[in-house]
């Protein structure tokens, strides 16, 4: 290589190291911008006392006690704490992104000739803001705002103006049964074009107690008390909420009863009304002085009957509290035992005997399979179904107590199963006999 060559690619290297530390290693990305954007204001949102919202649609006063907000004015009432955090975020979060003077022509072009909304915050040290919010920009990022008695226009997040434009109705709690959770409730009475019935909370689990005690389908009460407790109104109907009968709340269609934990009781009524073709339906609370107009959904749900609420599974197994099981199928009869481990061992047939067992293939089919029908008064051809069984299942717990369930034969795509010394029987998709005709072999690890 000669040494001109030699030479130019020394340069060369030199010049890429000298480029590289002085431009390249601590450089920002080119399309990396400082944020020019500054606080619109200094204080806290525990600085703040109140919130006057002024819209052409109606004025909202909000004020805040001890971190707890509260609706003043149009109306004293519980207030959206989402929607009321939501604003106060936005206001002491907001950033000017940049400032500008602007026209008459270009005030009035930014809406803020006549402001869509006026928002004026008061602080505990007795200051006072006011924001003058006008439309969005092109972007409908940003809003345009005149700050305080600023001449020049402001742009700011358009959350703020979001936030801020905001109905009574919106900043409100409308939820009916206001502050209650699903899980505070520990009974249920309900009252409805399908009869009276009780649901109770029993060792952690629902019963349905009336018109007869049987377990409870613990997804549909889950269900329906989420429905109940969390219940928003579409609208406010009367804030006295005294003239019950012009909502159909003086002979109520719905009528529940909640029994609290923590102890205590509320009540909930649905009424109905007429206008033309269309069936208007209302609530009201024992605690919770308006009527609040709800949807139809909220009235179909509430409007459940007891069948639907009751428990569709078999039977229910803890398998953790078992120590025997005995299953007999039409291609085996298998006995198995939990020893000292905690495993579970096969005592017959005495093919497979001491082999360890998975025994969730004993339980997990009548714990997984779910009735199509529960029949309380099952017909004679019904129970010469059973009277013959195709499989018979014994479980037999820690202290003694065996539950015997028997299943019937196909018929059709559907078998019959029922549990020793009940009445009932649940038509079960035929599934749950082809899972338990098992061979031995099927079971061991």
């Not at 022509?105 to 909304?117: D, H, I, M, Q, R």
């Not at 195709?390 to 299943?407: L, Q």
Request: no cysteine; net charge neutral.
């Amino acid at each position: 290589m000669k040494k001109s060559t030699l030479l130019i690619m020394l340069v060369a290297v030199v010049a890429a190291v000298a480029v590289y530390f002085l431009e390249i290693k601590d450089a920002k990305p080119r399309d990396e911008t400082p944020d020019s954007s500054r606080p619109a204001f200094t204080f806290k949102r525990e600085d703040i006392t109140s919130i006057a919202i002024k819209r052409p649609a109606g004025n909202v006063v909000l004020e805040s006690h001890d971190g707890k907000w509260q609706l003043k004015e149009p109306v004293a009432a519980p207030v959206n704490d989402s929607a009321v955090d939501s604003l106060v975020t936005d206001i002491t979060n907001a950033r000017v992104e940049r400032t500008m003077t602007a026209s008459a022509e270009e005030t009035k072009s930014f809406g803020l000739s006549e402001p869509a909304v006026t928002v004026e915050v008061k602080l505990k040290d007795g200051k006072q803001h006011r924001i003058r919010l006008g439309s969005k920009d092109f972007s409908n990022l940003s809003s345009y705002a005149y700050l305080d008695d600023a001449k020049e226009v402001s742009l700011v997040p358009a959350s703020l103006l979001t936030s801020a434009d905001k109905s009574v109705n919106d900043l409100r709690d409308l939820t009916v049964l206001g502050g209650l959770s699903q899980y505070d409730v520990s009974n249920v009475t309900i009252k409805n074009s399908n009869g009276t019935f009780t649901l109770s909370k029993s060792g952690g689990d629902w019963v349905l107690k009336t018109p007869q005690e049987v377990p409870a389908d613990e997804t549909e009460v889950s269900s329906i008390l989420s429905d109940l407790t969390s219940a928003k109104a579409t609208e406010v109907a009367s804030e006295s909420g005294t003239d019950l009968a012009a909502f159909g709340l003086d002979k109520p269609v719905i009528n529940i009863a909640a029994q609290l934990s923590a102890g205590g009781e509320k009540q909930f009524s649905i009424g109905t009304t007429k206008s033309g073709e269309t069936t208007n339906y209302y609530a009201k609370s024992s605690d919770r002085a308006p009527v609040f107009k709800v949807d139809s959904a909220l009235y179909e749900k509430l409007n459940a009957k007891p069948s639907s609420l009751r428990s569709k599974q078999v039977v229910k197994l803890n398998s953790d509290n078992l120590n025997r099981i005995w299953i007999k199928n039409p291609n085996t009869t298998v006995q198995a035992e939990k020893n000292s481990e905690g495993k579970w061992i096969i005592k017959e047939p005495k093919e497979q005997k001491d082999k360890e067992v998975i025994a969730s293939k004993l339980t997990d089919a009548f714990e997984s399979s779910k009735a199509t029908e529960v029949i309380d008064k099952p017909s004679a051809s019904i129970l010469s179904k059973l009277a013959k069984p195709a499989i018979e299942a014994r479980y037999t717990t820690k202290d003694g107590k065996t539950t015997i369930v028997k299943v019937s034969a196909a018929d059709g795509d559907d078998v019959y199963a029922r549990v020793e010394g009940s009445p009932t029987v649940f038509k079960v998709n035929k599934q749950l006999l082809d899972t338990l005709s098992f061979k031995a072999t099927d079971l061991t690890m």
